[in-house]
């Protein structure tokens, strides 16, 4: 079956400029996890959903970043006004279970969306 | 704070040599523990997982890790590498008993296998 994907995949704005990232889950899947990848770093946890809502958003670096996720399906990353420390490659997970079960889950990842802010 | 700790960031073996990934973690109750691979130009996809049970875990591609409870460490083995397995390694922990449902990740090692 269609894994995760991610659009667009690549992405160069200016700075300033407000840009959306979007995931689509594997059918199915409750659980969605945002995660940045930057330049000689590990990956760092962003956001994690649950159905349509996020109990754990503190991995949000400011408060120019916002995600909603509609329909228990669709996720979509918002950073306003990009600066160019922003610049990494956005993954986007998912798995099958949310909650305490979603430990005991593989979290299947997406290609991601490179990010350049100029 | 919590932390996954990666020691080797670049490897370089040659094919049939033998390899082990160090990773090591900072929590102090129970985790699930995960390695997981990002061939060149492909996703990130999972290798082996620990929960509970065996502290020797076998993946897929003749991978295995230990988990040492005492030394906080998870360590990524092969008796003999291929130049296929080229690729940067991922270790990542769950420590689900905080709370979290995410995963916290390494830093990633890069392995670069010579025919």
């Known amino acids: 079956g269609a894994g995760v994907s991610q659009s667009p995949s690549n992405k160069v704005t200016e700075k300033g400029k407000d840009v959306e990232l979007r995931c689509d889950p594997i059918s199915g899947h409750t659980a969605l996890y945002w995660y940045r990848q930057s330049l000689g770093q590990g990956l760092e946890f962003l956001i994690y959903f649950q159905g349509n809502s996020a109990p754990d958003k503190s991995g949000l670096p400011s408060d120019r970043f916002s995600a909603e996720r509609t329909g228990g399906s669709v996720s979509t990353l918002t950073i306003q006004r990009t600066q160019q420390e922003d610049s990494a490659v956005y993954l986007c997970a998912s798995s099958t279970q949310g909650g305490k079960l979603s430990a005991y889950n593989e979290q299947f990842f997406g290609p991601g969306t490179r990010l350049t802010v100029l | 704070a919590q932390s996954v700790s990666q020691h080797n960031h670049h490897v370089i073996l040659s094919e049939a040599a033998s390899l082990e990934l160090g990773c090591n973690y900072s929590y102090g109750g129970t985790v699930n523990l995960f390695w997981y691979v990002q061939y060149p130009g492909q996703h990130l996809q999972l290798l082996l997982k620990?929960?509970?049970?065996?502290?020797l875990v076998k993946g897929i591609k003749g991978f295995e890790a230990e988990f040492i409870k005492s030394k906080f460490s998870f360590n990524l083995r092969k008796p003999s590498v291929q130049w296929s397995d080229t690729a940067e390694y991922f270790c990542a922990v769950n420590a689900f008993w905080t709370g979290a449902n995410n995963l916290f990740f390494g830093t990633g090692t890069r392995l670069t296998v010579i025919p």
């Open positions: 620990y929960f509970s049970g065996d502290p």
